[in-house]
């Protein structure tokens, strides 16, 4: 197979130079969790909203930022960053106070765009307006957590929304071209290969720019771990995951944006797969599978 569209390539060629996602929790909630959809959130979702690696709420998104930064000049000195609003939703809150955040990230030094992680539930018009704007001032990205296009997969999970919620979200966004992102569970309970290339065709079909795939992570205390302590589910093995993400990038269009091909697990609240806390390893063993790959092709071809 050909080499996918890495997100290091496409911010380099989008920003000219190496760029860095800094996670950020602007201390939004979801309505998910807080009544409005349901109360329970979605099954997998830690307490932090799947924002674990950014620094507290309660810290101003400045000086957040600032945090990052520091953690990371070391290895990337000459790097532009992302302010990626991670944790919970992050357009589920007031206009003005979404803008006000948003602003404040944008303002500080190295900031060169941002990135909203967020629901397409939660995209109303006046949403959409406001980051129609930005997009004009800045580069921007949202992104939507699909996870599947299964229906009957989505009310397990509970995603709280249908597929077409999703779609008519997509379809306002790529009307002001606004850049979207879609992220995708592999290893969801009951789900085959065919369901998972199923969500990333959907996806690609939407109109997505980019596609993030996630290995499906039981964390401590979640309802999924729930469920899977009172009747275990099958677990991906590595070997089993590594060959479904060749899969999936062989059945996505090569000018959609890869952000992700596997993804961390706090090590003090995973459960399970233990083996995708060594993530460098998961990714060389993608790598040295698609070489592999590539060569037996070779070989085919003469």
Known sequence: MNTYYSLSDHLKEKLGAKTVKLSVNAGFTCPNRDGRVSTGGCIFCSGSGSGDFA???????AKQLEISKER???KWPEAKYIAYF????NTYAPVEELERKYREALSCNGICGIAIATRPDCMGDDVIDLLDRLNKETY???EFGLQTSNEKTAELINRGYKNEVYLSAMKKLKERNIETVTHIILGLPGETREDMRSSVKFAADAGTDGIKLQLLHVIRGTKLHEMYLKEPFHIMSKDEYTDTVIDMLEHTPKNIVIHRLTGDGNRNELAEPTWSMDKRGVLNEIHRKMKLYESYQGKLVK
């Open 86 to 89: 991670q944790a919970f939703t």
């Open 140 to 142: 921007l990205w949202v």
């Open 72 to 74: 990371i000049s070391g």
């Open 55 to 61: 620094p507290s709420a309660e810290l101003p998104i």
